[in-house]
């Protein structure tokens, strides 16, 4: 494994960090067993940084975290992040509520690095301001009880710079791929943390799998014209430890040869060494996917749930996919969503009832309601929606109407 610091004369901290936004899941709870298992494995390959945050799995990433660390006697050989729900922090006296709950979550004394959870304008981090935010972060960091302090960010390239030059953190978590060099932070904003001494964490790096296993055989084509063959993900996180400004590139893990992968990538990269003909590759499929992108939707989640029961993110994918890989697939998948076919919920865009509610929490800015309105009428084909009804009533596979 490879160590960076993220703070000047601090930790050394893996260059590969262990998201725990995306566990493994069995009957749509974690799968715990199999979650500590991978993590485990992580940790004996040298991985040292672990990610969670108070909304992840419904508040079990950091109890499972939690659980990890104390079984395995690892709190002094791990480093833990986790984050403040500045977004849903209405009241001064809620900042210390979440923080202790988190502690207690985690079963631990203290937190080694604290974020503020998706910041996105200067506003959101004045907000916390006005509620004693400053006071909070110089009491805990007296007590030990925060190690060290920064925020993550979803938002335009200018709010970032303000939110960065407004206080003085310590490091800050920015979506940084190479899909986004100019989107949101962007490269403007890792390097002016770099010029200001924040380290930089990066989230999203192959931007919700549409960089790894869900890549266009356009792109698949032309990595393979490379002499060594690597997949889409490996070329993807090569790619941003390349970047000097960069100390932890975290990855959601929860399939075992990705965890590998994903190990092998990190121990092999260091700062400023891809060769000419491997950055040429990486401009030459950054065209290709600009070419055939629809919608920039990341799966982050934020946007969910829906009141009405529309999956965004699903259909996105779906929506997106169409531009990867073809119709056939895509529309079939969308169907399924619409009929409810194969026991599963409908979920489709034809549920949205143009509330808003989720525009308001999308990080990228995408026109939701607009954007579903455009996948519905790509992805909706009643020839196939019949054929498919037909044929799921005749196997008796459709799932009875939610009341
Ligand atoms: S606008 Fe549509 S998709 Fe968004 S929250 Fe409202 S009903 Fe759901
Ligand atoms: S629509 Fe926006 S908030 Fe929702 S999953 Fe996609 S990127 Fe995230």
């Given at each position: 494994?490879?160590?960076?610091?993220?703070?000047?004369?601090?930790?050394?901290?893996?260059?590969?960090?262990?998201?725990?936004?995306?566990?493994?899941?069995?009957?749509?709870?974690?799968?715990?067993?199999?979650?500590?298992?991978?993590?485990?494995?992580?940790?004996?390959?040298?991985?040292?940084?672990?990610?969670?945050?108070?909304?992840?799995?419904?508040?079990?990433?950091?109890?499972?975290?939690?659980?990890?660390?104390?079984?395995?006697?690892?709190?002094?050989?791990?480093?833990?992040?986790?984050?403040?729900?500045?977004?849903?922090?209405?009241?001064?006296?809620?900042?210390?509520?979440?923080?202790?709950?988190?502690?207690?979550?985690?079963?631990?004394?203290?937190?080694?690095?604290?974020?503020?959870?998706?910041?996105?304008?200067?506003?959101?981090?004045?907000?916390?301001?006005?509620?004693?935010?400053?006071?909070?972060?110089?009491?805990?960091?007296?007590?030990?009880?925060?190690?060290?302090?920064?925020?993550?960010?979803?938002?335009?390239?200018?709010?970032?710079?303000?939110?960065?030059?407004?206080?003085?953190?310590?490091?800050?978590?920015?979506?940084?791929?190479?899909?986004?060099?100019?989107?949101?932070?962007?490269?403007?904003?890792?390097?002016?943390?770099?010029?200001?001494?924040?380290?930089?964490?990066?989230?999203?790096?192959?931007?919700?799998?549409n960089l790894?296993?869900k890549a266009p055989d356009k792109a698949k084509e032309r990595f393979s014209k490379?002499?060594?063959?690597?997949?889409p993900?490996?070329?993807?996180?090569?790619?941003?430890?390349?970047?000097?400004?960069?100390?932890?590139?975290?990855?959601?893990?929860?399939?075992?040869?990705?965890?590998?992968?994903?190990?092998?990538?990190?121990?092999?990269?260091?700062?400023?060494?891809?060769?000419?003909?491997?950055?040429?590759t990486?401009?030459d499929v950054k065209e290709i996917y600009r070419s055939l992108m629809?919608?920039?939707?990341?799966?982050?989640?934020?946007?969910?749930?829906?009141?009405?029961?529309?999956?965004?993110?699903?259909?996105?994918?779906?929506?997106n996919?169409?531009y990867f890989f073809g119709?056939?697939?895509?529309?079939?998948?969308?169907?399924?969503?619409?009929?409810?076919?194969?026991?599963?919920?409908?979920?489709?865009?034809?549920?949205?009832?143009?509330?808003?509610?989720?525009?308001?929490?999308?990080?990228?800015?995408?026109?939701?309601?607009?954007?579903?309105?455009?996948?519905?009428?790509?992805?909706?084909?009643?020839?196939?929606?019949?054929?498919?009804?037909?044929?799921?009533?005749?196997?008796?596979?459709?799932?009875?109407?939610?009341?």
């Amino acid at each position: 494994m490879q160590y960076r610091k993220l703070v000047e004369g601090g930790d050394s901290l893996s260059v590969l960090g262990y998201g725990c936004m995306r566990f493994p899941t069995k009957n749509a709870r974690v799968d715990k067993e199999k979650a500590k298992e991978q993590m485990l494995y992580a940790f004996n390959e040298g991985v040292n940084y672990y990610d969670t945050a108070y909304p992840y799995h419904g508040g079990k990433s950091e109890v499972v975290l939690g659980e990890f660390i104390k079984e395995n006697n690892l709190r002094d050989k791990v480093y833990i992040a986790d984050k403040l729900p500045s977004f849903i922090v209405n009241k001064p006296e809620q900042i210390k509520t979440y923080f202790e709950t988190q502690l207690k979550r985690l079963d631990t004394d203290y937190i080694d690095y604290y974020l503020m959870h998706m910041l996105d304008s200067l506003k959101s981090w004045e907000k916390l301001k006005e509620f004693g935010i400053l006071d909070f972060i110089d009491e805990k960091k007296k007590s030990g009880q925060i190690r060290h302090i920064g925020f993550s960010f979803h938002g335009r390239e200018e709010e970032f710079i303000k939110i960065l030059e407004d206080y003085d953190w310590e490091f800050c978590q920015i979506q940084f791929n190479y899909l986004d060099e100019h989107n949101q932070a962007g490269v403007v904003g890792l390097k002016r943390a770099y010029e200001l001494g924040i380290g930089v964490v990066i989230m999203e790096p192959l931007r919700g799998g549409n960089l790894a296993a869900k890549a266009p055989d356009k792109a698949k084509e032309r990595f393979s014209k490379y002499k060594e063959q690597r997949s889409p993900a490996y070329w993807a996180l090569r790619w941003l430890w390349n970047h000097e400004e960069i100390s932890v590139v975290l990855s959601g893990m929860n399939v075992d040869e990705h965890i590998k992968e994903n190990i092998t990538v990190a121990k092999l990269t260091s700062p400023n060494s891809m060769s000419d003909e491997e950055i040429k590759t990486i401009n030459d499929v950054k065209e290709i996917y600009r070419s055939l992108m629809k919608v920039p939707c990341t799966g982050c989640n934020y946007c969910m749930p829906c009141p009405f029961g529309v999956d965004i993110p699903g259909i996105f994918s779906d929506y997106n996919n169409k531009y990867f890989f073809g119709p056939r697939l895509a529309r079939m998948q969308y169907i399924i969503r619409e009929t409810g076919l194969f026991g599963t919920t409908k979920c489709a865009a034809n549920l949205c009832t143009q509330c808003g509610k989720c525009e308001k929490h999308c990080p990228q800015n995408i026109k939701i309601r607009e954007e579903l309105k455009l996948a519905h009428k790509e992805l909706d084909n009643t020839f196939m929606r019949v054929g498919m009804s037909i044929v799921g009533r005749i196997m008796g596979l459709r799932r009875a109407d939610r009341k």
